[in-house]
């Protein structure tokens, strides 16, 4: 993990965002870590990832929502059915 003060980041952007490639580098400010520059590609993974987890997130819980209503859920072929999706 790298780190660098703000101050320093600014005379040095170039290099940095060449290290970022590598592994995430830490803008501090105070000594204290603020904010990342990350490679682009490593971005767009982390945030679809980030999209599928709270995805499952929300299906777990529609199920402990079903679970505490004492409900049954209606199967998807039913669905499709009633939706006229499929003969």
Known sequence: MSEIAITEARARLASIIDE?????????RR???VAAVVDASLLERLLEDAEE?????????????????????IPWEEVKRDLGLVP
Do not use: S
């Open 31 to 33: 000594n204290v870590p």
């Open 53 to 73: 987890l709270a995805d499952i997130r929300a299906v777990d819980a529609a199920w402990d929502e079903t679970a505490r209503l004492h409900e049954t859920p």
């Open 20 to 28: 970022a490639r590598e592994e995430p580098v830490y803008l501090t």
